[in-house]
């Protein structure tokens, strides 16, 4: 059963602690993206990978963090320097091109008091 | 910068054709046009994509106008289960292919 795991759905933390999201594809695909939505709002790009051990910032990379040792796993770390890191995370993953679609997770659901 | 243009909202009947439309005028040659939904509380799901001829899968069917600076999404009979929102994305044939998302059209469908 192909697809794109992640885990928790739901997580809450205190202010101040990082906090890691997981993200497991067994697709086979070269690429993963991480997504932030907060409410009424689009997806915006945090971090993108298109190979193991190499991995790109998107457009509000800044108090994140993110690995990829594996092709399977990209998991993303929420810091303490994170301003506003209460938000809704979305994974995805695809093949490279143009010409392919992105597969999202089921999304993980942050709060932080 | 999503370089799409959508609207904000629209509403149709259930079992109605719906037509989503969507504007790209600064499109180039290579540029893809992809649909994506999201329903409420989760990820967003692949609908369909093009480059220049119309395409029809089983959810839908995407119509690129001839100079390919718009777009429309069509739903031929929507259903309460097509009530989300749907965003129009550009991707462009640079070898990255984050897909930058607008605020997207929110579908209502009545019964």
């Known amino acids: 059963d192909g697809g794109i795991t992640q885990s928790p759905k739901y997580l809450f933390r205190k202010e101040g602690q990082n906090v890691t999201l997981s993200c497991e594809q067994n697709?086979?695909?070269?690429?993963m993206y991480w997504y932030r939505q907060d409410p009424g709002q689009g997806l915006r790009l945090i971090y993108y990978s298109q190979i193991v051990n190499d991995f790109q910032k998107g457009d509000i990379a800044e108090g994140y963090s993110v690995s990829r040792e594996k092709k399977e796993s990209f998991p993303l770390t929420v810091t303490s320097a994170q301003k506003n890191p209460t938000a809704f995370y979305l994974c995805?993953?695809?093949?490279?091109?143009?010409?392919?679609?992105?597969?999202f997770g089921p999304g993980t659901r942050l709060t932080v008091t | 910068d999503a370089k799409t243009t959508q609207p904000n909202s629209m509403e149709s009947n259930e079992e109605e054709p719906v037509h989503l439309p969507c504007n790209h005028s600064?499109?180039?040659?290579?540029?893809?046009i992809h649909w994506y939904r999201q329903l409420p509380s989760q990820g967003p799901e692949y609908v369909i994509h093009?480059?220049?001829s119309n395409v029809n899968n089983r959810m839908a069917s995407l119509a690129i106008a001839e100079d390919r600076k718009s777009s429309t999404l069509i739903l031929h009979r929507a259903t309460l289960r097509d009530a989300a929102v749907y965003y129009c994305?550009?991707?462009?044939?640079?070898?990255?292919?984050?897909?930058?998302f607008g605020k997207g059209t929110r579908l209502s469908v009545i019964a």
């Open positions: 093009g480059l220049t």
């Open positions: 994305i550009r991707l462009t044939n640079s070898g990255n292919t984050p897909l930058v």
């Open positions: 697709l086979n695909h070269d690429a």
């Open positions: 600064t499109i180039s040659g290579t540029d893809y």
């Open positions: 995805a993953s695809s093949m490279i091109g143009n010409s392919y679609e992105q597969y």
